[in-house]
């Protein structure tokens, strides 16, 4: 999965960019490898950090 995501960064505008990104980033290129594309559900999730 992970050599997967660096060839996925390749078909991005800006791969070096692509890879600092967080897991989100990683996310989306399983999705692309299992043919899903992720779709935002518009919801807050809290991030547990909240006081």
Same mark, same amino acid.
Do not use: I, R
């Given at each position: 999965? @992970?050599? /997967?995501?660096? /060839?996925? &960064?390749? @078909? *991005?505008? +800006?791969?070096? +960019?692509? @890879? !600092? *990104? +967080?897991?989100? &980033? %990683? $996310?989306?290129? $399983?999705? %692309?490898?299992?043919?899903? *594309? @992720? !779709?935002?559900?518009?919801k807050n999730?809290?991030? /547990? %950090?909240?006081?």
């Open positions: 999965v @992970l050599q /997967g995501h660096f /060839g996925a &960064a390749t @078909l *991005k505008a +800006d791969p070096e +960019d692509y @890879l !600092q *990104k +967080d897991f989100a &980033a %990683l $996310m989306e290129t $399983m999705a %692309l490898a299992s043919g899903m *594309k @992720l !779709q935002s559900e518009n999730v809290p991030t /547990g %950090l909240e006081s």
